[in-house]
C-alpha cells in the first residue's frame, strides 16, 4: 500500500487547508486512515482518523471543531479539512493505514505511512 499526502503550505493563522492523502494497492475501503502530526522535537501524535466507512471518527482534543476528517472509497482517498489554524498546528503532516479492525490513536497500530507533508501557519 502507498500512501500520498498532499495539500501541506503556508497559512496565516485563522486560514484554512485541505491535506489530501491518496492511497494506492491493497484494499483502501477496508483500512482505518488517520492523520497524524509531527512537529520539531516532538512526538508523532494524532490528528484524527476515520474507520473503513466513514461511520466512526476520532480528533484529538486541541482540533475538535476546527478539522474534519473524512473519506471518499471511490476514489481512495482521505481528506483533512482544518480550519481557523493556530502556529500550533504547523507540523509535518502524515497519513496512515491500518489494517487492524476499527481506529486508534496510537502510532503502532497503523501498517503503512505516506511521507508527510508540511504545515506552516505564521503571519
Known amino acids: 500500500v502507498q500512501l500520498q499526502a498532499s495539500g501541506g503550505g503556508l497559512v496565516q493563522p485563522g486560514g484554512s487547508l485541505r491535506l489530501s492523502c491518496a492511497a494506492s494497492?491493497?484494499?483502501?475501503?477496508?483500512?482505518?486512515m488517520g492523520w497524524f502530526r509531527q512537529a520539531p522535537g516532538k512526538e508523532r501524535e494524532i490528528v484524527a482518523a476515520?474507520?473503513?466507512?466513514?461511520?466512526?471518527?476520532l480528533y484529538t482534543d486541541s482540533v475538535k471543531g476546527r478539522f474534519t476528517i473524512s473519506r471518499d472509497n471511490a476514489k481512495n482517498t482521505v481528506h483533512l479539512q482544518m480550519n481557523s489554524l493556530k502556529p500550533e498546528d504547523a507540523a509535518v503532516y502524515y497519513c496512515?493505514?491500518?489494517?487492524?479492525?476499527?481506529?486508534?490513536?496510537?502510532?503502532?497500530?497503523?501498517?503503512?505511512w505516506g511521507q508527510g507533508t508540511q504545515v506552516t501557519v505564521s503571519s
Open positions: 496512515a493505514a491500518t489494517t487492524r479492525s476499527g481506529i486508534g490513536y496510537d502510532p503502532i497500530v497503523y501498517d503503512y
Open positions: 494497492g491493497g484494499t483502501f475501503s477496508s483500512y482505518g
Open positions: 476515520i474507520n473503513w466507512s466513514g461511520g466512526n471518527r
